[in-house]
């Protein structure tokens, strides 16, 4: 089974407006930790976000918000008054097993976002 | 600070030959983790170095290795290249806090002909 779930290959939005990026994880871990990265067409991964799965508020950073469902596992990211900037993949991951020292990052297969004037 | 920096940016081998790439993390930071990403396959975990010791690996070939310096710099090698290994090499370094977040670098472009 797949441990991360990005339903949406590509998305279209307006500029200014809102838009959410789907997430779905599996884990029987009780303690995990999921970011968002955006990836440009440059290549680097730059992280946005990050919920642990012990926060009871859903996290935000500036205009990225994350809406976490846990009981749906589910963690979606939603991009406030977007721009054109924002056109880009976005990738959904996880760590399992936090504070274990396993370190490694399980991505899904993320999303096109274009961004349209 | 400086973020993460990977060298080469890009690289064009052919079957057969060996490939290393270098990754130096942010300062300060003392674990490093490579990734391998694909059309096909997408973002794959290869393996993570901490105090110069790999503390976890994905499921790849004994062709890829790598190791980790005692500045915290990290080299991977990829020897006996196959037209699949063409893909971006990215390297992130962890944060020293409870999030351990991963910062990565630019990536390498590696094209195996």
């Known amino acids: 089974a797949q441990k991360i779930t990005q339903t949406q290959p590509g998305m279209f939005v307006q500029e200014k407006e809102a838009v959410t990026l789907d997430c779905t994880y599996d884990?029987?871990?009780?303690?995990?930790?999921l970011f968002w990265y955006k990836q440009p067409s440059s290549g680097e991964m730059i992280f946005l976000i990050y919920?642990?799965?012990?926060?009871?508020q859903n996290a935000t950073e500036g205009r990225y918000s994350l809406n976490f469902q846990k009981a749906r596992k589910s963690a979606n990211l939603v991009i406030s008054a977007s721009q054109l900037g924002d056109s880009a993949m976005y990738f959904c991951?996880?760590?399992?097993?936090?504070?274990?020292?396993?370190?490694?990052?399980?991505f899904g297969s993320g999303t096109r976002l274009q961004v349209q004037p | 600070k400086a973020g993460v920096t990977q060298t080469p940016r890009y690289l064009i081998k052919t079957r057969g030959q060996q490939v290393t790439l270098s990754c130096s993390p942010i300062?300060?930071?003392?674990?490093v983790s490579w990734y391998q990403q694909t059309p096909g396959q997408g973002l794959q975990f290869l393996f993570e170095?901490?105090?110069?010791?790999?503390?976890n690996k994905g499921n790849f070939p004994g062709r890829f290795s790598g190791r980790q310096f005692s500045n915290s710099r990290s080299e991977m090698n990829v020897s006996t290249l196959e037209l699949g290994d063409s893909a971006l090499y990215l390297c992130?370094?962890?944060?020293?806090?409870?999030?351990?977040?991963?910062?990565f670098g630019p990536g390498t472009r590696l094209l195996v002909l």
């Open positions: 991951a996880m760590r399992e097993g936090m504070g274990t020292g396993r370190r490694a990052l399980t």
């Open positions: 884990t029987s871990d009780q303690s995990y930790g």
């Open positions: 919920q642990g799965s012990y926060d009871e």
């Open positions: 300062s300060g930071h003392r674990s």
């Open positions: 170095y901490f105090s110069e010791t790999q503390r």
């Open positions: 992130a370094s962890n944060e020293r806090d409870h999030r351990e977040t991963q910062y």
